[in-house]
């Protein structure tokens, strides 16, 4: 079984920054694409940002220019820097990895951005 968790959320007053880190554990495998989902109340989970396998990212036009990904993929690893952050980012953020056996998620680091 492999799993995924994040760490690195909090409260962060508007403009500021904080890193996302997603690390993978249980049964030894590789992952194809990696990246960052987020949900807010009453709202669907939607794509933050992924990273594939030769490196190419995609992101929502939302925070392009704002959040970059990066991932190490020795040690199955994600990460998400949240620059300029604003309260429209709050949200519980995922952490999504592509397996050979389908889609793997974490459960979730809340993110607050608020003065």
């Known amino acids: 079984q492999v799993r995924v968790a994040e760490s690195g959320g909090g409260l962060v007053q508007p403009g500021g920054s904080l890193r996302l880190s997603c690390a993978a554990s249980?049964?030894?495998?590789?992952?194809?694409?990696m990246g960052w989902y987020r949900q807010a109340p009453g709202t669907q989970r939607k794509l933050v940002a992924n990273i594939r396998g030769g490196g190419t990212t995609t992101y929502d036009d939302s925070v392009k220019g704002r959040f970059t990904i990066s991932r190490n993929k020795a040690y199955n690893m994600v990460f998400l820097q949240m620059d300029n952050l604003r309260p429209e980012d709050t949200a519980v953020y995922y952490c999504w990895a592509y397996s050979p056996w389908g889609d793997i998620w974490g459960q979730g680091t809340q993110v607050t951005v608020s003065s």
């Open positions: 249980g049964r030894e495998t590789s992952f194809s694409a």
